[in-house]
């Protein structure tokens, strides 16, 4: 898929209420080990804080920062940038006016920053660099980033549970292409008025379509796609001869649209994970330049239920310090 489209896929998946995207609980904040995670990070860091926020999505780790730096009395300025075009607080319902206090800069690319050199003091991203063009991401970032500034990240894991999931996914999707199963409403839907045997054929085939999906389901390792792609279908069929046969066809092309945007960006992720040591390798020039790693980098993040993903913190030397 073009980073265009990936970037619309993206845009559509924030045009939500929600805030997490890569297993956070009820698509509210992410798990709580990441949470506690950068709520460590965040309590290390000197006030006062600019703080970036590199392919912010929704913006669940600058509100974290924002929160956290205001009841620890930092003084802090916390910003974000995503490709997709974002616009979380008209998005969210919650959180509103904390979301009025970050800064977020929607159709911006991390490789490119539009910010002077040294802007800020801390440049995060949770689930972010492994996405974009890494070299050039952390160019932009050296260049944002002041003396004696934090960079630090969660990137996805290969082996993690995260990218286990998407794999399960992404078979699904595949499953649920292959069955045909879009076609078949859509035939319903057009043929449906015109009654007679064509219609009953469309009839019998979706029957046929939507048994083979309660069987897929049955048989899967991530049952609740299938679930809720019939539940949609069924409920939009479900209204022909009440409403006109475009309408419906137009609620089956946005749930197809939705179910090809899910596979776009769970490709997107299993494509961005690495493995621990293709994380260090993507961090070697940054250290043999002026960054020095806090602990172990990259380290395991783990959660209950198995591997999150690696993190990363290194400080820049010079000013200040801190991290
Ligand atoms: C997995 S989401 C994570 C979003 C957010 N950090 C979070 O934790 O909820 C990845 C994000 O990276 C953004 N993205 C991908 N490539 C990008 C790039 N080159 N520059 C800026 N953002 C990018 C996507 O639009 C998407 O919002």
Redesign the pocket.
Known sequence: MADSSL?EA?GRY?RADRL???GGEGGRQ?QAAIVEHWLGILDALPSPVSLLDL????G??ALLAVRRLRARGATAVVSG????PIDPARWLSADRDDLGRVRFHGD????DLPFPPGTFTAVF????LE??DVPRTLDACRRVLAPGGTLAFVLHAREGITARSAAAQREGIGRLRALGYFAAADRLALRYARGGPETEEAVRLFAAKDRALAELARGAAEPAMYANVGGVIRDALAHLGRVPPAVVRAKIAEVAEHVGDHDARTGALLAAARSKEEVADLFAPLRAADFRPVGDCPEALCGPHGLLGWTVRLVRAGGRGGG
């Open positions: 970037a993206w924030w997490a995207s890569c992410y392919c912010c999505g929704n669940a780790l940038v995503d490709r997709a911006v690319a991390a490789e991203g949770q689930y972010a996405y974009t």
